[in-house]
Structures are given as C-alpha cells and as structure tokens.
C-alpha cells in the first residue's frame, strides 16, 4: 500500500495523497534550469500510482499467454487476468449477472457497446466525443441551464419517441460539473430504455455502485485512473453483448470454427479476441485496491480542498472567466476550465510548460457542442487536480498564471501547426537508455 500524508497540515498545506512515478520528475524549462514537474493535466491521462507500477513489476516475470495454456506462468497470468476482472467488476458495483469485457479505454468501450444497442440512443451536447460520435442513431438534446431543466429536455424527448439508451457522462471533462446519476437513471427507465455512463472522469475521483444507482453500463479508462497500461472495461448488462457480432473476430472469441459455420461465445470472451492485455487490467486493478485503501473521504476531502484553493486563486485575476455548464451543480471532481479575455490558452499553455514545468491542457477537450456552447472565446484552458498534487503545486500554477496574464510570457513563441512553441527551445531532449541499433 502506499504511504500517504495527512490531508492537511498544521500549516494549513495540503500534500498529496499518493505517490505518483511522476513525482521526483525534473523537466527542463528554458534557460537551462530544471524544475519540479507540475502536472496539471490529469484529466487526459495519469501517471502510475507507485503501487500500481510495483504491481506490474512484480507480475511481469510471469506473464504469459492465458487460458489454455499449461505452463506454470500461463495458469497464473490466467488466474491474474480473471482476479483483475472481478476485482474491477465489485469496485463498480457489477450485479451478479453482469458481464466485464476487458476493452482499450472508454471510447472502445463505448463503440463496443454502440455495436449491440438495439435502437436510437438519446445523448446531451455535453458528452465527450467518446460519448457522442459512436452511436449511429443518435438523437442530440442540448443541455439547458439547469441540471434540473436539462433532465426535463431529455423527458420530453424520450416521451416524443421510443429510445433503446439514455448515454450521459458522470462528470464533465471540461468543467468537472457531476451530474445525478440516479436521477438520469430513473428518468431513462422510466421511459423504457437503458442508461450508459461515461465514467472516464468520474471513477478516478470517486466510486461508483452501478447496481444501487440504477446504471445498465458503464465505460471507463484505466489510464485516466493511474493505471496507464492500455485497458479499460465495459461492465454491464449481458444480453445485448451477447446478441451483438463479435467485436472483433478472431482466437479466443469462439467455441468452434468449420468452413461453413462459427459458433461464438457468450460476452466477455466474445468480445475479447486476440490476447488480452493481461498487465493492463493487473493495473488497473491495482489501482482501484488503492483507492480503496485510500478511502473515500480522505480522497473527497484532498480534492474538495485543492479545487477550492484552485478556485479561490484564479477567480482573483483579471480577465479570467471559470466556465460552467449547469447554474444549479452543487458537486465537481477535480477540474477546472478557464477563458482568458486578453491572450491565446495554446500560448499560454506553452509558456506555462516552457517557462515554469508546468503541464495543462488547451483547447476544446474533445466535447466541442458543449465548449462552444458555454464559452465565450475558441479555446480554453484546463487544470485538473488528483491524488499527487499538493497544494504547492496549486500556488505554482496560480502564481505561473499571474505573471503570464499580467506581464505575457518572458520568451518569444510562434504558433505552429501543432500549437504554440518557444522560438529559441534550449530544453533538451530526455536520454533513455534503450538506443536504436546501428545499421
């Protein structure tokens, strides 16, 4: 288990809950200096917890091919993948029936289950892409100002015309606004349809019970969870999966094969062909045994802490505007999105980076319906807090954004067709030590 701090200490500093493989990392800024790295964009994806690596370490020796195979290693690399997916399953709440199919990330995921949804699928413009663009007959209802008038939009139009799936995020990758999911949930089998949840940005901050809440999936990443090896999961009901094609044909999803005819297995394996990501859910197995350790309330409290003091430091600037989807949102995990009245968030990104070792995101974050809908200027910039930041890294961030909206950047940049770079970039390159053979 790893060792974490006290939330807050006597002299009010909030240090960070867990180590992350990111957290002795020095990164060159210009100059020829090096800092301590700020990584403020974890809502893209994270680090490694430190037990999450050391899992994947010690588990490495034995991997091998699983399921049928008679090597030592194999039977427990099978055990290992097996155990992972059922420790995944209780982490979410699954129901004793529901299905765990091992997929990439939260978009494989959600395109997995668009492959097997049996009718229209009403969503909001709130969504990621991930939760937009997979659905084929999708009916968009743009949210309203409210959550409370939001859920009345989408009752009218369940109640217009049947819909086999209500898909809804469970936290908003831009404004990191949650939403009530019983709520959604009742509403959506009140109508006869099923809800999907977009749990990407929700099940890194917070646990969520899929059973007691009323959800019929839920897609996530492990990536976005610490866990950094490549696998995320579709948990929920099994008759659609078990209906829908294969996902990907190939070994592994059958029971036989004759020149005429394939007889497929039932989900997960019918939807898992090929090897598996054995290390991938290992980790991100991992990673959600330590959230539990770490407990619910000490996670809560950390980011309800960081957020406000986040808040608290960036309200103070001029020409800063916070942006929000919903008047009435009363919850947020950990991210905060901004627009700037006076400069570029792509130049102001690259100068953070460039300039403080500072690391955020700028742009529109993949939910363009929704960005352009609620800001005001094309692009914004987002900092996203989890379990390895401090409160001293807020203060970096606050104090970095200052001196850049006051006084612009220090160096010259121009903007490229990949964003905004140093015109003179003096940062070196890191060395790794696997080179390239010589030909």
Known sequence: MTAVAPVL???GRVEPLATLTDAALDVPVLGGARVRHVNLDLAASAPALDAVARRVVDVLPWYSSVHRGSGYPSIVSTDLLES??????RHVGARSDDTVVITRNTTDSLNLLASAV???????????????????????????????????????ELASRPAALLAVTAASNVTGEVLPLERFAALAHEHGARIAVDGAQFVPHRRIDIAETGIDYLAVSGHKAY??????????????????????????????????????????ERHEAGTPNVLGIVAFAAALVEFESLGEERRGAHERA??????????????????????????AVGIVTIE?????VGLVAAALAAEHGIAVRA??????????????????????IGLGTSSDDVDRFVDALTSIVTSGPRAEYARGADGW???????PAPEFGVRPVAR
């Open 306 to 331: 960081l957020r406000e003091r986040l808040l608290t430091g960036i309200r103070s600037l001029d020409g800063v505007r916070v942006l929000g989807g919903f008047d009435d949102a009363t919850d």
């Open 227 to 268: 866990a950094p090896f490549g696998a995320g999961v579709l948990v929920g009901r099994r008759d659609w999966l078990d209906a829908a094609p294969a996902y990907l044909a190939g070994g592994g999803a059958v029971d036989t094969v004759t020149a005429d005819a394939v007889s497929w297995k039932r989900s997960p």
């Open 421 to 427: 770079h140093p015109v003179a970039d003096d940062r």
């Open 118 to 156: 049996p009718g229209d699928v009403v969503v909001l413009d709130i969504e990621h892409h991930a939760n937009l663009l997979p659905w084929r007959s999708r009916r968009v209802v743009v949210g309203r100002s409210t959550i409370n008038e939001t859920l009345d939009a989408l009752r009218a």
């Open 363 to 384: 742009g529109r974050f993949c939910a363009h319906p929704f960005f352009d809908r609620i800001a005001t200027r094309r692009n914004g910039l987002r900092a996203s």
């Open 340 to 344: 700037l009245t006076s400069l570029s």
């Open 84 to 89: 992972s997916r059922d420790v995944v399953g």
């Open 9 to 11: 200490t006597s002299s």
